[in-house]
T-cell receptor, first 114, second 114 residues
Framework: GAGVSQTPSNKVTEKGKYVELRCDPISGHTALYWYRQSLGQGPEFLIYFQGTGAADDSGLPNDRFFAVRPEGSVSTLKIQRTERGDSAVYLC????????????FGQGTRLTVV | KQEVTQIPAALSVPEGENLVLNCSFT??????LQWFRQDPGKGLTSLLLIQSSQREQTSGRLNASLDKSSGRSTLYIAASQPGDSATYLCAVHPGSSNTGKLIFGQGTTLQVKP
């Protein structure tokens, strides 16, 4: 597709369950980012991939959060033992190169933990 | 630690008015600054990217300026329209990082009344 695609658009899960959120970046973009946005706040950085490797995972809040990008394209954000505080919109972005080139965002996945 | 602040948090103006949104950042060492638009329940749309060596960028009715030394950026919207109603987010690529991580402000929610 022409833009960054995220699935699902909405996800409701019970506390303690495991969830996976998927991101398809723009074709040819080597850099991929995950952000989390709580209501009324700006997005907060979680993790950055350059190709297949996580170049910066300093924003992951704890070890329940993990992300992969095995083939350097699609990425999956994985959350174990979900908590109500994990409820937020999870945004994915990609950019053409690494470093500080322009980032393009997907529509986000709204995660609700009940 | 880089922090980004946007003032005001909310703004309501009549249609046709010219307006300015403000963004300030605490560390002047940035690679670039990006302005985004976010519609309710949607992802982010990139509006303008200003490189650290530039003073301003223009796109249609939008003009963004950057004053690195004072840690400020403004987004000027000319002849506002109801369709401009959205949340506008400012984000910087901090100079301490070459990973493309964006630091966001909390946004300014704009309402343009017909």
């Amino acid at each position: 597709g022409a833009g960054v695609s995220q699935t699902p658009s909405n996800k409701v899960t019970e506390k303690g369950k495991y969830v996976e959120l998927r991101c398809d970046p723009i074709s040819g973009h080597t850099a991929l980012y995950w952000y989390r946005q709580s209501l009324g706040q700006g997005p907060e950085f979680l993790i950055y991939f350059q190709g297949t490797g996580a170049a910066d995972d300093s924003g992951l809040p704890n070890d329940r959060f993990f992300a992969v990008r095995p083939e350097g394209s699609v990425s999956t954000l994985k959350i174990q033992r979900t908590e109500r505080g994990d409820s937020a919109v999870y945004l994915c972005a990609s950019s053409l190169g690494g470093g500080n080139t322009e980032a393009f965002f997907g529509q986000g996945t709204r995660l609700t933990v009940v | 630690k880089q922090e980004v602040t946007q003032i005001p948090a909310a703004l309501s103006v009549p249609e046709g008015e010219n307006l300015v949104l403000n963004c300030s950042f605490t560390d002047s060492a940035i690679y670039n600054l990006q302005w985004f638009r976010q519609d309710p329940g949607k992802g982010l749309t990139s509006l303008l990217l200003i490189q650290s060596s530039q003073r301003e960028q223009t796109s249609g009715r939008l003009n963004a300026s950057l004053d690195k030394s004072s840690g400020r950026s403004t987004l000027y919207i000319a002849a506002s329209q109801p369709g401009d109603s959205a949340t506008y987010l400012c984000a910087v690529h901090p100079g301490s990082s070459n990973t493309g991580k964006l630091i966001f402000g909390q946004g300014t929610t704009l309402q343009v009344k017909p």
